[in-house]
């Protein structure tokens, strides 16, 4: 198996990302990389394993950053690694793509350049969210803005396919992010959603209020990009603010701050369960291969199980397995 | 001041609602109250202070659960607390309505029976939000999933007043919640309504990401009510977990139970913080008077701080207010 490895994007590039797939080397025997980018950056950060037969480098002349128009960026840099990537991807020279560059090239990318699956109009990005318990498929998540009803469906037919094939989720509980839980609640996209996911082949268990969407009702959370996309960040900042308050709180008087220090253990468990970087990325859905987008943040150790998480797509033949779902909503 | 109560709706009634009356009869000297349901409850709980002359209380033979169409209760249920508080505020026979009864019958009284003020084109529900620091006015949580740009304007006419009048902020910064910070990002919704809030007189600070909601970048979070009411009830949902897996964590090794016993001051302090009974209740704006959708499960302090809130809706004219900023609008 073969990963083309974008060295190019992320705030700790080229490091994190050469450092990860090696690391990624390491872990599976199997695999095999593509490092794309500045070459003698990747070679100096590569060392000694710089003889590996499992290692290619491709040289990039040209890189694409978050602050510049992604449909320019796709059509016109035709020597970055996304599109490069892309192309190799789309010719199976390599079997899956990683990257933690431009959300909206690496989106753009999937789309123009190596296609879409037949029967998906959106592809999706769709991160995976801890509950605590485990990991909920959060999907869409800011591709797609304005949705129609029947990008929801597929949505739902992308999701249960991740789920299943590469979280290894028996029988994926899919839910609609809502206002309420009765069938008819919700605005004109979720209303018209909602027969839609109740007549199709997948185990719907209905509209998920919000207030339960980290509660484990569901393993897939289908809603338009917007939305996920607010509910991803907002997440994000809630967290951020109420830990913060935590922390203030626990400085403010002597006996908490020296309770603070004992329980740092069980704090630091939290912070593990609550880490997006065990993770990996959010798999782009609906295109017409392997594709990881991680986070832009990502560290050696995020990226290497965003790599991670590209294997166990490959493996799993992703875009089959949404094909075939694809066709079961059809034959309903 | 006159303020009508309906003892009739929420988890608790009629003994929070009652208790809580009596509490801000207590607080504020100028306040009278209508006490509005089952007049025996209601007399039993009042006790002794029945002969005082700020007391009345009216018996209601019908009253809206949370489970009957809003619509049709406010049409046909015309001895409903709901009903009759509304209509008497419209005749002036009292300043102001205070509810913890059904949300959508709330909005649909003040709607249909109250009446909208000139201009407004949808009243909305405006919870304010902690954020540890202080709060946000959050408009709109619900009533309109669906929403034209214009209405998202107006929504910022009636926070933007709500925060000048009721919670003394000078000059409120108004927040468009968005998936990124540049003007042109979002959906069709805030990328026609972000040039109406720029334009506007208003102090209109941008798009407010998801993850800096709660990061005091804005007093007025604008946004329609599908959206508005994933944020509200996410908040909830995301706390509640977070703040159960931390005590799961800290009970679950010996040093991190004792450090917790010891950071309990800490940990109070935070709950406090975190708590919408010391806020009160949503006031429903845009409506030609002063209503407060008080929560479901208000207990007895976090009613009679939503009755607080509706006395400084009524000292502060908030119909007027929303008035005048409307007639800003038009002048611009």
Do not use: W
């Not at 296609?115 to 909920?136: C, M, S, V, Y």
């Not at 069980?266 to 912070?271: G, I, T």
């Amino acid at each position: 198996m073969r990963i083309y490895v974008d060295c190019q994007g992320g705030d700790n590039a080229p490091k994190a990302q050469v450092l990860g797939a090696l690391a990624a080397l390491d872990e599976y025997p199997d695999l095999e990389l593509v490092l794309a980018g500045d070459e003698p950056s990747i070679k100096a950060l590569v060392g000694d394993k710089i003889n590996s037969s499992r290692i290619q480098i491709e040289h990039c002349t040209e890189s694409i950053s978050n602050h510049e128009s992604p449909a320019l960026a796709i059509r016109q840099k035709k020597d970055s690694a996304i599109v490069k990537g892309m192309l190799s991807l789309r010719e199976k020279n390599v079997d899956g793509f990683v990257s933690s560059g431009s959300t909206g090239a690496v989106l753009l990318g999937g789309m123009l350049r190596l296609g879409r699956i037949q029967g998906i109009d959106r592809p999706a990005l769709a991160p995976l969210i801890p509950n605590g318990k485990g990991q909920f498929l959060l999907i869409d998540c800011g591709a797609n803005v304005d949705c129609k009803p029947e990008y929801l469906l597929q949505f739902a037919a992308m999701g249960e396919a991740y789920m299943k094939i590469v979280k290894g989720v028996k029988n994926p509980r899919i839910g609609l992010a809502n206002i309420g839980e009765e069938a008819e609640k919700g605005n004109a996209l979720t209303k018209e959603a909602y027969p839609l996911l109740k007549n199709s082949p997948f185990n719907f268990v209905g509209n998920v209020e919000a207030r339960y969407i980290t509660a484990d009702k569901a393993d897939v959370i289908v809603c338009d990009g917007f939305v996920g996309n607010i509910i991803l960040k907002f997440m994000e900042g809630v967290a951020k603010t109420l830990l913060g308050i935590i922390k203030k709180e626990l400085l403010a008087d002597t006996l908490s701050k020296i309770g603070a220090l004992m329980a740092k253990p069980a704090f630091s468990r939290v912070k593990k369960l609550m880490d997006y970087k065990e993770v990996g990325g959010a798999p782009l859905l609906g295109v017409s291969g392997s594709v990881v987008k991680a986070h832009g943040s990502s560290d050696e150790r995020a990226f290497k199980n965003a790599i991670g998480q590209c294997v166990n797509m490959v493996k799993g033949d992703i875009a089959q397995a949404i094909a075939d779902n694809i066709q079961s909503i059809k034959e309903v």
